[in-house]
Structure formats: structure tokens, C-alpha cells
């Protein structure tokens, strides 16, 4: 018997990135110093991501928009890797933040963020 998983993937992609996008509007004093100092506006580019990041969770959920929710998720993923090595640079710890050993940083970067650019390749892509 095969089991099907696409259900599960999608609905656990679209669940991850509501509960993300609500965070950064829960908890913005989170995210804002992982915004790196060259960007205007951390504020506003905060709740911009958080507001994509719930857009694209609730279009994953729908299985006529997954796959434009899938690249959305993609390129937005693409697109805070600066932050990631931003984080990296500061020496992975946020005053009053998120503060964790260089090497997790690392492997967040190098592995989380391809991890979930698959993910989202595989429940947008991905045939049944």
C-alpha cells in the first residue's frame, strides 16, 4: 500500500508559513535586528515578510494556488538568505535576541534553507 504524502507536505508547508507569518506581527522585536543595517525600514520590512509569508501559507493550502504559493515561498526563501548571513556575521547572537553557536547559524543556512526551498519545490512541482 502506498501512501501519499503531498497532502501532509502541502498542508505542513502552509501551516509552517501562516504560524511564521504571524510571528513576525506577534513578536517583531524578534525579528528586527535579524534585519540587516543596510535595509531601510526593518519595521516595515518585518511585517512585509510576515504578511507574504501568510499570503503564501494560505495559497499553499489551496490546491489551485499551491504551486504559485510553492514559488513564492521559493524566491521569498531566496531572498532572506541575506539575513541569514547577516546573522552569521554578527557572530550569531542577537543582543536581547536569538543567540546560538556559529555552527548552527551555518547549518541553518547551509541546510535549513535548502531543506525548505525543496519542500516547497516538492509540493509545488511535484506530481502526485
Known sequence: ME??????????????FILAGGYHFANADYYIPLI????????????LVGAI????????LQRKYRKLGATGS???L?????????FIQSGSCIQGGLCVAPWIAWLRLL???????????WV????Y
Request: positive net charge.
Open 3 to 16: 501512501i501519499n504524502l503531498k497532502p501532509y507536505l502541502s498542508h505542513g508547508l502552509g501551516v509552517f
Open 36 to 47: 540587516p543595517d543596510y535595509l531601510p525600514a526593518p519595521l516595515l520590512i518585518n511585517l
Open 53 to 60: 509569508e501568510l499570503a503564501l501559507g494560505a495559497l499553499i
Open 74 to 76: 521559493i524566491l521569498l
Open 78 to 86: 531566496v531572498l532572506l538568505i541575506p539575513s541569514h548571513l547577516f
Open 111 to 121: 541546510l535549513g534553507q535548502p531543506i525548505f526551498i525543496l519542500w516547497a519545490w
Open 124 to 127: 509545488g512541482y511535484k506530481k
